[in-house]
């Protein structure tokens, strides 16, 4: 199970940061390019530290990849906004949610109830996130985004439910409560 895990995550990773590049090569959309490669980095980041051996391997820089991956539901809101969220009204509820969800996530070791209550706004954060995605569906008038926005969505949807099950039925095995969480 050991070299399985580990050659998932490592094309995970390579696959997450290979997007990020291409997506810089995108001048004409550049905030998008940026909260993509932004986001990669920090799944990347939680991908290194969610896995107890490469965790440990990686001692050294573990500090910098927990921030990276605490501070993921940041970047992964503002990608999901610069995507799908045209307008620049009422973002920064969002933004504040996921900051929330990233303060708690970094801070889950002060106290036995941090780790539930960032569970929740997670769960809120990412269900709205999907809301989002679904509600501004129907006013998008660029057909590329729209068809982009099914395989979006399931593939967001079934990650977040698979980390969620991960992290709550199996614990500390899955990075649990010692290290940040998506």
């Known amino acids: 199970m050991s ?14 940061l290979l997007t990020a590049a291409v997506m810089l090569r995108r001048p004409a959309h550049r905030r998008q390019s940026l909260a993509f490669v932004a986001a990669g980095i920090c799944i990347s980041c939680y991908l290194m530290i969610a896995n107890p051996a490469v965790a440990a391997a990686l001692a050294e820089v573990r500090p910098m990849l927990r921030v990276g991956a ?6 992964i809101t503002w990608m999901v906004l610069e995507v799908f969220y045209d307008s620049p009204f009422r973002r920064w509820i969002w ?5 929330v969800v990233a303060v708690l996530s970094l801070s889950a070791s002060l106290h036995s109830w941090v780790p539930l209550l960032r569970g929740v706004l997670a769960l809120l954060l990412y269900g709205g996130l999907i809301w989002v995605a679904l509600t501004t569906a129907s006013g998008d008038l660029v057909e590329k985004r729209r068809t982009f ?13 698979l980390i969620s099950t991960a992290e709550f039925g199996f614990g500390e095995r899955f990075g649990g409560r010692r290290e940040p969480h998506l």
């Open 149 to 161: 926005r099914r395989g979006f969505m399931a593939g967001l949807a079934l990650t977040g439910c």
């Open 95 to 99: 933004l504040v949610l996921a900051g």
């Open 70 to 75: 605490g501070i993921a539901p940041v970047f």
């Open 3 to 16: 070299t399985i895990d580990l050659l998932l995550r490592g094309g995970a990773i390579g696959v997450t």
